[in-house]
Structures are given as structure tokens and as C-alpha cells.
């Protein structure tokens, strides 16, 4: 008994039940013998085992309540690191490991109803329900971003060969590389989630400068010239087209000028 008291004073439940249960098993007869019953050591010493034991049982508890909570706060503190190095999949694989332990104590068909009765671990099992959605978002979304930023790299040789052809002022073939990425982008450009990821909004804008060249490059019958032109270059002929236009039209007023005068001074 004196072993089991100073195993449960340190904390060690486990061995303290071992030294209840030996005591027990050997102070068997005292409390089983009728001549026994009503001797005042024995009552005193059967009382005295009946305490110890529900301690120990506390202890127990006590101890699975600690062991748990350490347990989650270690995986919550692993999930944080892959979080903040930006490793969805294994913050994700972490998080999974996290839920598990947890649904060992709430699962419906064998619930820890001990370890529930204690207001420590309701109080993280509230905690980490308060935290669950936000933190899974976080994980969504950088399993998105790993996830799309990989298709990224797959287009971008593509996207390449399409600024080439803008490059050399090829329109014909800046036109059929900008076709063939278009048609391998799919849902990339589809949906906020996608569009929050730095990588995907920075191809998305070189993918819209291409497609602004050819657009400017395109005539009115809908076919993009064979040889592109900058912006500048449109801009620059226009307004000498403009100029001419305007400077035809300033000749043609002061011919009718002229010829009015004329007819008017016969």
C-alpha cells in the first residue's frame, strides 16, 4: 500500500493501480472473512485502499488527459511549420493524424467517456473545434496553390513559344501557340481561389499581353496579320492616316472655296 500511495504521489498511475491490485489480491481474506469485518484495522485499512484506488484512477486520467494534450499540441505546433513552409500535403496528411488521435476519445461507438468527464479535455476538444475550419482552409488552399502552381510550370514552355512568336512578328504563329495554350489552360483562370495564387495571377497577365497583341493585330474581316505590329506602330500610322485624311479634306474645302469665287466673278 505504502509503494502504491508514493507511485500515485508521483504522478505514475499506472504502476500505483499495479500495488492497489496486489494489495488487494493479498488482503483478500481480511476483507472477506466474516470474523474480520468488524475489526477496527481492518475497516480503517479497507477504507484507506478504497481511497487510494479512486485516486489512483484520477491519476490515470489525469496522466491520459496530459499524454492527449500534449499529443495535439505536437501536431498542432507540426501543422503550423508545414503551414508556414507552405507544404499543403503534408500539413494536410498531419492534420489528418491530428483528427484521428482525437476521434479515439468522441468517436460515437467507443467514446473515452473518462477522459470526456474531465473539463480539460472538453475545454481543447472546444478549442480545436473553434480552430477546425479556419485551419483546414489554410490547408485547401495551399494544396490549391501547390496544385495549380505545378500547371503553371507545365504551360510555361508554351506560353514561351507564343511570346516568341510575338517577338519575332510572326502573327500566324504567335496565333496558333496562343490557340494551343488557351485550349490546354482549362479552369485555370476559373474561380477566386485559383486567381489568389500569386503565380497563376502573374501567368494569367503575360498569357493577356500576348493575346492584347494579337488583338490590336486583328482586322476587321477577324484575322490577325501575319506580320504584328506594336502598339506604337498602330498609333504612329493611324495618325499620319488621320493627318492625311485631314489635310485631303483641308485641300478639298479650299478648292470649293476657289471654285465658288470663280463662278461667282463671271
Known sequence: LQYAKQYCDKGDGWLALKYCEQTRAIAGPLFEEDRFQELEDVVRFKRELEDLRERVDRTIVDRRVDTKRKEYENNVRLVTDFIAKEQGHKAQKQWNQLEKALQTVTDAEGADHDLLQQDSMRELLQKHEA?????????????????????????????????????????????????????????????????????VRAFHVECEEVRHQLKINTRPDGTVASRLKTQHEIFTEEQEQFTAEESQARDAVLSDELLQRRVHRH
Open 131 to 199: 480552430a477546425r475550419s479556419g485551419r483546414q482552409q489554410q490547408i485547401d488552399f495551399l494544396i490549391t496553390a501547390a496544385d495549380v502552381e505545378y500547371r503553371v510550370q507545365q504551360l510555361k514552355p508554351k506560353l514561351q513559344c507564343a511570346q516568341a512568336a510575338v517577338k519575332a512578328r510572326d502573327g500566324l504563329r504567335a496565333e496558333r501557340a496562343l490557340a494551343d495554350l488557351q485550349g490546354r489552360t482549362g479552369d485555370l483562370f476559373e474561380g477566386e481561389r485559383h486567381m489568389e495564387v500569386a503565380a
